[in-house]
Structure formats: structure tokens, C-alpha cells
């Protein structure tokens, strides 16, 4: 998702009902515990799974790793079982998941992290991973797992870059540094050579890494359905650095694409791009981002919030204009998509609650309608044997809750919701308690399977 930084807020009104809509067979609604999965493959614009084509509604649970660790003072093994019964009873087959965090010296950054600046380790997180993919597979679900991340929030490649040109960063909403310094100061990652490979050996680390709890090689394991090699990379934020780096960006991307199939040739690859907004809304640059070879599927994300499109405070008379935008924003990915000869998937979309409130229990109206638009675009591609061939909500809070009256996570905490530790606990998570939420999920992968 997008840093949620302090962008303008935007506008909103119109629901689309999921009655009357009907599609046939989702390969992997149902739980498999045969222990026959094969991997999830491409053909033409649709995923294959188990010999037939494979359509899925997914959620992002950035945590999932952290909850799984056996440090106590980090995991709660018990919960992330749990979350993922919750998920699978709701028809969940796909999930996204952090896989790598940087510890930083970025504001609201994790900590603990998966590794420091010296390269060293931590064990307890790697081994949360090995488990959550274990638990995973009992349930016949999927991981896409991106191995860094454009924003501080997990520390990321502004985070790599300060580990390697003497300490220098830039934190979001820094005064003295305002939008877009954040991103054109991490985009010179492109152009950093010991950045870059620290990057790639945290990349070599992970590929070839035998799983702790199954004694199974994550290249052999098709509970992993893709490596995704950032969450959000952009080659700048102003389109004059987009313009000096982007050459530097795309050449980044095609390398670690290449080398993750040198690792692994099991597994697909995507970038994480986040669509026409992450190339400042040039669909050249978008399209030129994910033209490798050996880049196996476009993806979008969706933030009407962040983006202007949606006013929290007014989120019925702002509605039309995200029903607009979201289209219109979906409408070129599939361009994109199409011109490229692969599937897409709708990997993150969120919506703020009713009057901006981070509380479960409160209403969901409009979040509901929002996703109800991504939803259909899902099953009209299905009903077609279309191009849209996944979507993942931002994202699953299930049992966690802001611990704060001010709703921030602080260090070391491990009530984790669906927020990261930079975003308001609340803001898009879809907690247990949302039954209109989770009976629009429950119900779209009903429809979906249904003949």
C-alpha cells in the first residue's frame, strides 16, 4: 500500500450490488490436505493451479511472520492459527505477507526486524515465516511474498540506502523535507551499488532457504504462489528524478527478476507495482516497469483515501468520484495487462470506515460499496475467463486492536492489526467483528464457486 502520509482527502456515493451475479469453479476454495499442490503457473493472461484455471479473492496479513515467531516477546503462534481459520472459513485462499523488514533508523519502522545494517539475522522472524507457510499449507492457502519495501514502515530501501552512504535519510512528513523528497530520496537506491547488493543477498538468503518447520526448500514449496520483489517501488517521486532514474529502476527490476529465477525457476515473479500511480499516472513507464520476461503477472493497487479521490469526512458525497476514479484506474491496469499478454491482480485495496473512526464495531457502508467494486471487476473477468485473476483486501485485523487512545503502535508491540506501524490501528483493518465485510467476501467466493 502507499505510505499514508498526510495527502489531500477526496470525495465519494454508489454501491453495486453482487445480486444476480454468478461464475463457476475457483480452483483452491477448498482447502487442500491431500498434499498433492502443484505450483500456480500462467497461462496466457490466467493463473493454472492443479491443471485448471485459477481465479482468487485474497487479503493482505503483513504480519503473518511476526505472529508466528516463537519469540514470545514477538509472536503468538496461537493467534495467527486462528486468524488463518478465520480467513479460510471466509473462503480466503491467497495471502500477502512481509518477508523481509530492515531495522532503521526511519520513524515508525519495525522493530524487531528481519535483519540489520551488518547483515546479521534474526532467526526468531525467519523461523515465524517458515511456520506461518507450514500453517498455510495445512489450510490449502497461497503466500505471495514481497522481500522489501518502498516505504518506511518495514524499513525498506530508504533503509538500505542509509545503511550504505554513511547514515543519511529522509523520513516521511518531515517538515523540512515535504512530499515528494521521501520518495526521490529512496529511489537512489537504484543507483547504489552496496545497496544493491545487500539487497541481493537478503534476496539469495531467502529463495534458497529450507523451511525450518517442514524441512522443505521454499523453492520446492508451492504453498509459496510468487516472490514479489518490493512492495510499491517507484523510480522517483517528481517526474524529473522519475525521468534520471527510471533507466536505473527498470534495470533493477529485470536483474532481480532474472535472478530470482536463476534461484528458483518454480515460482512466479511480479514487482509489487502499485500501477499507474507508482510511474506519477504515465501508463508508459507503468507497462515498461513489468515488461520483463521474467516478470509473470502485472498487479495494482487501489487507495482512494490516499489519493484524493475519497473524503472520509463525506464519504457518501465523495463516493461517486472514487466509483469513477477506481474504475477508470482499473480500466488502465487491464490496459497495461493486456498490451503485456498477462494476468493482473488487484493485490491491495483499502477504504476507510464510516466517519473516520479506527474503531471495530463501527459501520463499514461505504468500505463495503468500495469493495464491492473491485469484487465485481473480479468476477466479471472470471465469468469471461478474464485477465483480473486475484484481488487481496488491505487487510486482515481479525482479533487485533489499537492498544492507544491515539491509536499508534509503539516499538515491540504485538497486538498487530492490519495497519502497519506507521497508519492509525484501525484505519483499514478488517476486523472479526465486520459481518457486513466479511459476509461481501464470503459471499463473492461463493458466487465464484458456484456453477
Keep these: 500500500m502507499v505510505n499514508r502520509r498526510e495527502l489531500s482527502l477526496g470525495l465519494a456515493g454508489m454501491g453495486i450490488s453482487l445480486a444476480g451475479l454468478s461464475a463457476s469453479g475457483l480452483a483452491g476454495c477448498s482447502p487442500q490436505r491431500d498434499g498433492k499442490a502443484t505450483f500456480i503457473t500462467t497461462k496466457g493472461q490466467q493463473f493454472i493451479k492443479d491443471g485448471a484455471p485459477y481465479y482468487y479473492a485474497g487479503a493482505n496479513l503483513w504480519y503473518a511472520a511476526y505472529a508466528a515467531s516463537p519469540d514470545p516477546a514477538i509472536g503468538n503462534p496461537g493467534r495467527l492459527e486462528r486468524e488463518l481459520d478465520a480467513l ?73 540506502e542509509a545503511w550504505t552512504n554513511g547514515g543519511t535519510f529522509i523520513d516521511m512528513n518531515d517538515p523540512a523535507h515535504p512530499w515528494p523528497a521521501f520518495p526521490d530520496f529512496v529511489s537512489q537506491f537504484y543507483e547504489n551499488q552496496a545497496a544493491l547488493v545487500k539487497y541481493e543477498t537478503y534476496v539469495r538468503t531467502l529463495v534458497t532457504r529450507t523451511n525450518s518447520v517442514t524441512n522443505k526448500p521454499y523453492k520446492d514449496d508451492p504453498t509459496i504462489m510468487s516472490w514479489q520483489l518490493c512492495n ?66 502485472t498487479t495494482a493497487h487501489i487507495w482512494p483515501q490516499n489519493w484524493s479521490w475519497a473524503d472520509p469526512k463525506d464519504l457518501e458525497g465523495s463516493f461517486p468520484t472514487v466509483a469513477k476514479e477506481t474504475t477508470a484506474y482499473i480500466a488502465n491496469s487491464v490496459t ?116
Excluded at 94 to 111: D, M
Excluded at 121 to 148: F, H, P, V, W
Excluded at 235 to 243: C, F, H, R, V
Design 88 to 160: 479460510t472459513k471466509l473462503g480466503i485462499t491467497n495471502l500477502r505477507l512481509l518477508a523481509s523488514s530492515e531495522l532503521s533508523p526511519l520513524k515508525n519502522s519495525l522493530n524487531p526486524a528481519f535483519q540489520s545494517s551488518d547483515g546479521t539475522l534474526n532467526e526468531s522472524l525467519l523461523q515465524g515465516l517458515d511456520k506461518a507457510l507450514a500453517l498455510m499449507a495445512e489450510r490449502g492457502m497461497t503466500a505471495i511474498l514481497y522481500l522489501t519495501n518502498f516505504w518506511e514502515w518495514s524499513g525498506g530501501l530508504g533503509t538500505y
Design 232 to 297: 510499491e517501488p517507484r523510480p522517483g517521486g517528481t517526474d524529473e528524478i522519475i525521468a534520471k532514474r527510471f533507466k536505473a529502476y527498470k534495470g533493477w527490476i529485470d536483474r532481480s527478476a532474472a535472478l530470482i529465477k536463476s534461484l528458483d525457476p518454480n515460482h512466479l515473479v511480479c514487482v509489487g507495482h502499485e500501477g499507474p500511480k507508482g510511474c506519477n499516472d504515465d501508463l508508459a513507464l507503468t507497462q515498461s516497469a513489468q515488461d520483463s520476461p521474467n516478470i509473470d503477472y
Design 336 to 451: 497495461i495487462t493486456n498490451a503485456l499478454k498477462k494476468p493482473l491482480v488487484i493485490e491491495e485495496f483499502g477504504f476507510p470506515r464510516d466517519e473516520a473512526s479506527y474503531e471495530a464495531g463501527t459501520p463499514t457502508i461505504w468500505r463495503d460499496k468500495f469493495y464491492d467494486l473491485i469484487i465485481k471487476a473480479l468476477l466479471d473477468s472470471h465469468q469471461r475467463g478474464g485477465e483480473i485473476a486475484g484481488i487481496n483486501f488491505w487487510a486482515w485485523g481479525g482479533e487485533g486492536r489499537a492498544l492507544h487512545d491515539d491509536y499508534r503502535m509503539k516499538p515491540k508491540e504485538t497486538a498487530y492489526v492490519g495497519d502497519p506501524p506507521h497508519e492509525p490501528q484501525g484505519w483499514y483493518s478488517v476486523f472479526d467483528t465486520d459481518a457486513s465485510t466479511k459476509a461481501l467476501i464470503q459471499n463473492a467466493v461463493q458466487k465464484i464457486a458456484t456453477p
